[in-house]
Each structure stands twice: as structure tokens, then as C-alpha cells.
């Protein structure tokens, strides 16, 4: 039997993602912004500079092509990590390009020319500024303020051969005409990339492909250049639950970087997760990434940034490949017993463990068969004849949950007394 003829896949009948690329100035890239934006969430802890570095790594090794170091506005504290990235990505000859997030004010942009003239290295720009109509009644400001405002900001990024992005802070409750005036002005001002926002997640999949098409078909090119010539970032948050969705809709409507963050930590509710976002680009064959140190990365995210990562959160949560149901359990074992491990990873999971640096788990419960204990007695190499499993299935049964390997543990000692 092939591979092929065991999973009908329904995800791929009359849809494939197709990307013209004379249309686009690269493939589809990842910009990870968990030590920036995911720091605003209100329970981060702000890592050491060892953590940060640490973190830093594992996005080159997983082959991320940009990061957001920091805001350097914040104050000196947050220059000094910015400092210490830049040398380590600097000493280290990393591929990924980083980049800081500034207000639209020269004053967050003179760190950056002092600290590109430093380290020899482009630093990019992510100039921000809120565009939508209850953004600018609350502040008071008038597309003509916001217009001066950019120019500003951005001949000062570009005379000094900083690259910028600019950032439409709340794009996506931002009316068409004030859209194309704030990308248009700063694509004319030297600006080569641009940063679509749901910043409050307030958008669906659609709205999300509506406005990425308005951009691509009329601001572009109303603007003057080329699609090619202008790289799309998009940034979702998790507020309505979509980020993930939405990441995926962007990809389709031919946005150029996708950004994100490990767990999905961010302000409110958070980012549009990374880790998910990875993990079913590559499950749908648009990226190629090794994410095989996926699951390591999100483990030292949980750990540095205290996110909270869910006994069920997908695929990296503790839960997310263990089974102690009985017919899941045997399926999975049968699968295992033939030395079929793709078989195994796949008969009762939509994700191959493996892909991402993890494995298939039999435990031991209230529901669990005694194929599931006879497997665990097996992987813990004890020897367990058929008056061991009937007991530990018995002890199994007056469970409420399953067991730890050390109850297991403690239910065989107390047997063999």
C-alpha cells in the first residue's frame, strides 16, 4: 500500500496556493516578533540578554528571515540587548535580518543609524502609525497630521540608509482612501516595504484577503511601482481567535512575510501564534523549513517569556501526541508493532509528531485498554506477565484521569509486594 492511498486528503480538492514570482521580491518569509511585540503581553517576563540571544538562535536555525530586536524608544536598557543581538547575529554571521520597531519619530530612529554605523549591518525600521478613523478621533489627528508625521520620520530612516517598513497601525478598520494616501506617501518617500496590521484582531479570513488584494491591485500600483518592487508584511492578533487563519488567508492573497510570535504571546490576547502558522504552511507544502527543533524553541519560550503553553495547545503542548483511549491506543500500537513509524504518526493524528522533534505517547487510564499497558510495560522494559496487566488494569479503571509513569510505577511496586 502507498503512503498516498491512506490519507484522502479533502484539504487540496480545487485549491492551490500559486505565487507568480516576478510578482514578488521573494518567497514567503517569517518575521518572529516574540521579543518585541510578544513582550507586550501583560504576563511576559522580559528574558536576560543570555535568554534573549538563546531565543535568537534557534530562529536562524529554524530558518526564520527576519526579527524585531526590540523598541528602541523603550530606553537605554532595550538598546543594550538591541546592541548585544546585533553583535551575537554580527559575530556569528547569521542569515536572519533583523529589525526594530519605532514610533514615527526621528527620535526612535537615531539609535538605529548609530547602531547600523556599529555593526555594518542593515537594521530595519518598523516605522508604526495608527490609521484608522477611531484611532485618529480618539488622538485628535487629521490625515494631514499623520502625513507630516511621516514625512519626517521617513526622509530621516532613508537619508541615513536605514531601510523602513512602514507600518499602518489598525489597517484593518482603516478606510480605503486613508490607506492608499499613508502607503502611497511613504512608498514615494523611499519606503520599499509595507506592514498590513490587525492590531486589535478585529479582521476574518476574508476581510484579510479583500484588503491584501486592495493593496496588491490599487495602492501599488496607483503608488507607482511595481508589485515586485514592494514587499507585503502582514501581522495578525489572536483576538477573535483567527490569527492562525488569517496568517494562512495572507499567504493566499500573496503577502510576502508573515509575522508571529512562539505561543502566540502578545498583547490582549496575543499574536497570531508562529509555531501553527509553521506548522501548517509546512503540512501544506508551501515551506520547506527543518521543524525539527520547532518543539525545543517553544519549550525555551515557555520557559524565558513565561507564556503559558496549555496541556492541549497544539502540537507542542504535553498532551498533544499522548493517548490513553483504548481503540486509539491499539491503533496506534499495531501501527508501531508492523515498524511503521509513518503509519504511527499519522493513524490517529493530523500532525506527524516527528516533523517537529516529537513522538507518539501510549498511557495508561480510566479508558485505556490492556494493549495500552502491556506497550507501556514494554517501552519501560518490564517484564509483566498476565497477573500484572489485569492489576494495573484494574487499578486503571478507578482512575479519574491517566496515570503518570510514576503512579504506574508505584501500582506495579506495590503488586509485586
Not at 201 to 209: D, K, Y
Not at 224 to 245: F, P, S, T, Y
Not at 316 to 321: I, L, N, P, T
Request: hydrophobic share 40%.
Amino acid at each position: 500500500m502507498q503512503e498516498g492511498d491512506l490519507i484522502h486528503d479533502w484539504n487540496i480538492i480545487d485549491y492551490k496556493i500559486t505565487r507568480n514570482p516576478d510578482e514578488h521580491p521573494h518567497g514567503v518569509w517569517f518575521d518572529d516578533e516574540t521579543l518585541r511585540d510578544g513582550l507586550q503581553s501583560p504576563s511576559a517576563r522580559n528574558p536576560t540578554i543570555e535568554q534573549k540571544i538563546e531565543l535568537l538562535t534557534y530562529m536562524e536555525r529554524l530558518g526564520m528571515q527576519k526579527v524585531d530586536l526590540g523598541l528602541p524608544g523603550a530606553g537605554p536598557f532595550h538598546i543594550d540587548h538591541i546592541d548585544a543581538m546585533l553583535t551575537h547575529i554580527k559575530e556569528n554571521d547569521f542569515s536572519i535580518r533583523p529589525g526594530c520597531a519605532v514610533r514615527t519619530v526621528i527620535s526612535d530612529i537615531e539609535p538605529l543609524v548609530e547602531l547600523q554605523a556599529k555593526h555594518e549591518i542593515q537594521i530595519q525600521a518598523s516605522a508604526f502609525l495608527g490609521t484608522s478613523p477611531i484611532r485618529q478621533y480618539a488622538e485628535g489627528w487629521t490625515m494631514e497630521k499623520l502625513l507630516s508625521t511621516l514625512d519626517k520620520a521617513v526622509e530621516y530612516a532613508v537619508s541615513n540608509d536605514i531601510p523602513v517598513m512602514f507600518v499602518t497601525e489598525d489597517t484593518t478598520r482603516s478606510k480605503p482612501e486613508d490607506i492608499k494616501a499613508i502607503y502611497s506617501r511613504a512608498i514615494e518617500l523611499g519606503a520599499d516595504r509595507i506592514c498590513v496590521c490587525d492590531t486589535c484582531g478585529h479582521v476574518t479570513p476574508n476581510g484579510t484577503r479583500k484588503l491584501l488584494d486592495f493593496i496588491q491591485t490599487e495602492v501599488i500600483p496607483d503608488a507607482g511601482v511595481k508589485r515586485r518592487d514592494i514587499e507585503i508584511n502582514w501581522h495578525g492578533h489572536q483576538d477573535r481567535g483567527l490569527g492562525v487563519a488569517n496568517n494562512l488567508a495572507a499567504v493566499e492573497a500573496g503577502a510576502d512575510v508573515i509575522h508571529g510570535t512562539a505561543l502566540g504571546v502578545g498583547e490582549r490576547a496575543g499574536n497570531a501564534p508562529l509555531d501553527q502558522t509553521l506548522v501548517n504552511l509546512s503540512l501544506m507544502g508551501v515551506i520547506d523549513n527543518d521543524l525539527t527543533l520547532l518543539n525545543e524553541y517553544m519549550q525555551k519560550a515557555h520557559e524565558y517569556v513565561e507564556v503559558a503553553l496549555p496541556r492541549n495547545y497544539p502540537v507542542f503542548g504535553e498532551d498533544a501526541f499522548e493517548t490513553g483511549t483504548g481503540v486509539h491506543a491499539s491503533a496506534v500500537i499495531k501501527a508501531m508493532k508492523k515498524g511503521d513509524h509513518w503509519l504511527a504518526d499519522r493513524v490517529y493524528s493530523g500532525v506527524p509528531a516527528s516533523d517537529y522533534g516529537l513522538q507518539q505517547k501510549i498511557r495508561i487510564g480510566h479508558m485505556s485498554g490492556r494493549s495500552n499497558i502491556v506497550w507501556w510495560l514494554k517501552q519501560n522494559n518490564i517484564e509483566g506477565d498476565d497477573d500484572l496487566v489485569a492489576h494495573l488494569f484494574e487499578v486503571a479503571k478507578g482512575q479519574r484521569r491517566l496515570m503518570s509513569d510514576e503512579e504506574v510505577l508505584s501500582a506495579i511496586s506495590e503488586f509485586q509486594k
